[in-house]
């Protein structure tokens, strides 16, 4: 199940040589991963799936803030074969496959390519920073908001400027 879950992440991501080497930590990280999404899944669950307008609820209980964009875009890659034959009830294994296309497992070795750093959802170090925002972590301190406003218009002063050069 793994190898072949790590090929179709890769070859939807546009990698095409999809050889798997299997790490047994790459291994164990990803079955607590499916474990953990199974769970949460359960959880959600009301009759024979989750309904399309929930994926976002879901992804969220497991620890995952993507925009509704994201989700849409994941979607047709998964989904991209016929779209009539899905209905909007969502089972268990194609969400968690959305949830590891969206967010590869260790063993895939990609880059992820889905998640862009923003002002309002950061990704540092390959990790969301918006779940910190979201949970209130004592590491984060009131800003500044001279300084805020003084790097803001800095960047956008930066930007003009490059702006007009390259014009």
Same mark, same amino acid.
């Given at each position: 199940?793994?190898?072949?879950? %790590?090929h179709?992440? @890769?070859?939807? =991501?546009?990698?095409?040589?999809?050889?798997?080497?299997? +790490?047994f930590?790459?291994?164990?990280?990803?079955? /607590?991963?499916?474990?953990? #999404?199974?769970?949460?899944?359960? @959880?959600?669950?009301?009759?024979?799936? *989750?309904?399309?307008?929930?994926? *976002?609820?879901?992804?969220n /209980?497991?620890?995952?803030?993507?925009?509704?964009?994201?989700?849409?875009? %994941?979607? /047709?890659?998964?989904?991209? /074969? +016929?779209?009539?034959?899905y209905?909007?009830? %969502?089972?268990?294994?194609?969400?968690i496959?959305m *949830?590891?296309?969206?967010?590869?497992?260790?063993?895939?070795?990609?880059? +992820?390519r889905q998640?862009?750093?923003?002002?309002?959802r950061?990704?540092v170090n390959?990790?969301?920073?918006? @779940?910190? %925002?979201?949970?209130?972590?004592? $590491? =984060?301190k009131?800003? +500044? $908001?001279? $300084?805020?406003? @003084?790097?803001v218009?800095?960047?956008?002063?930066?930007?003009?400027?490059?702006?007009? #050069?390259v014009?």
């Amino acid at each position: 199940m793994y190898c072949r879950q %790590i090929h179709r992440i @890769k070859h939807r =991501l546009g990698l095409w040589r999809t050889r798997q080497i299997i +790490n047994f930590a790459e291994l164990e990280e990803w079955m /607590d991963r499916k474990k953990f #999404y199974e769970t949460m899944f359960a @959880k959600r669950e009301y009759w024979q799936g *989750l309904e399309r307008s929930e994926l *976002l609820k879901f992804f969220n /209980d497991c620890g995952h803030f993507p925009t509704q964009q994201q989700i849409d875009q %994941i979607w /047709d890659l998964v989904h991209k /074969d +016929n779209h009539e034959k899905y209905s909007e009830i %969502i089972k268990k294994s194609n969400a968690i496959e959305m *949830l590891f296309t969206l967010y590869p497992p260790q063993g895939a070795h990609v880059q +992820n390519r889905q998640l862009k750093s923003t002002w309002l959802r950061p990704v540092v170090n390959g990790e969301e920073g918006y @779940k910190y %925002i979201v949970s209130g972590h004592p $590491i =984060l301190k009131r800003a +500044n $908001i001279q $300084i805020v406003g @003084k790097l803001v218009s800095t960047s956008i002063r930066e930007r003009k400027m490059r702006q007009r #050069y390259v014009s």
